[in-house]
């Protein structure tokens, strides 16, 4: 089974500055995909980005980036240029790559307030 | 844009009663799910679907059911409703096809039983 672990319960961040939410996972798969998922205070949860395990590169969608260390198991999430628009609870989540039909595993989430 | 739709975003019960929560997506999803959200726990998958009258059980599927008798629709019933029941429930659905896998989440329905 996997596991996803968000050790940050809340964080707090002046607006303009760039903050990091961490993300770590546990599991024995070798093929399998990460996400970081936002739900904003309207409760309507939308994807930010994905990563997949295959890929060394880092995923970045605009202002949002990842960091993907594979052997440490850890997927932190940055966002540059924080804007008020950011203040959400953000979930870290994992899928085993598969033909379609398989779960997400998600953490406990990090509420990230931006401060103007 | 996928368009995930919950039939109440809050919703009273009382203990003992049966409550059924709708879930409707408008693109021909593959795959619908049923979570919880609870404050400290994240989202705990109940009940999953990758097919008409097919169901799967999640992480916590005690004191639930579920009913897909269309593909756009995913029923969650508490067939009797208890204070321990009281949470936010999201509904969401994916392609089940390809690699992307990007789920789409309706805007919950919060639920408290009495």
């Known amino acids: 089974a996997q596991t996803v672990t968000q050790s940050q319960p809340e964080m707090s961040v002046q607006e303009a500055e760039t903050v990091t939410l961490s993300c770590t996972y546990d599991?024995?798969?070798?093929?399998?995909?990460l996400f970081w998922y936002k739900q904003p205070p309207s409760r309507q949860m939308i994807l930010v980005i994905r990563q997949e395990a295959y890929k060394q590169q880092n995923a970045t969608e605009n202002r949002f980036s990842v960091n993907f260390q594979k052997a440490a198991k850890s997927f932190s999430l940055k966002i540059s240029d924080s804007q008020l628009g950011d203040t959400a609870m953000y979930f870290c989540a994992f899928m085993k790559r598969n033909f379609g039909n398989e779960k997400l595993t998600f953490g406990t989430g990090t509420r990230l307030t931006i401060i103007p | 844009d996928v368009k995930v739709t919950q039939s109440s975003r809050y919703l009273v019960k009382r203990t003992g009663e049966k409550v059924f929560l709708e879930c409707v997506q408008d693109?021909?999803?593959?795959?619908m799910f049923w979570y919880r959200q609870d404050p400290g726990l994240g989202l705990r998958l109940i009940y999953f679907?990758?097919?008409?009258?097919?169901?799967e059980k999640g992480d916590i599927p005690e004191g639930y059911s579920v009913s897909r008798e269309k593909k756009e629709r995913f029923s969650l019933i508490l067939e009797s409703a208890s204070t321990n029941q009281t949470s936010m429930y999201l509904c969401?659905?994916?392609?089940?096809?390809?690699?992307?896998?990007?789920?789409?989440f309706g805007p919950g329905t919060r639920l408290t039983v009495l």
């Open positions: 599991t024995s798969e070798n093929n399998y995909y």
């Open positions: 969401a659905s994916d392609t089940g096809v390809g690699s992307y896998n990007e789920q789409f």
């Open positions: 679907s990758y097919d008409v009258k097919m169901k």
């Open positions: 693109m021909d999803h593959e795959n």
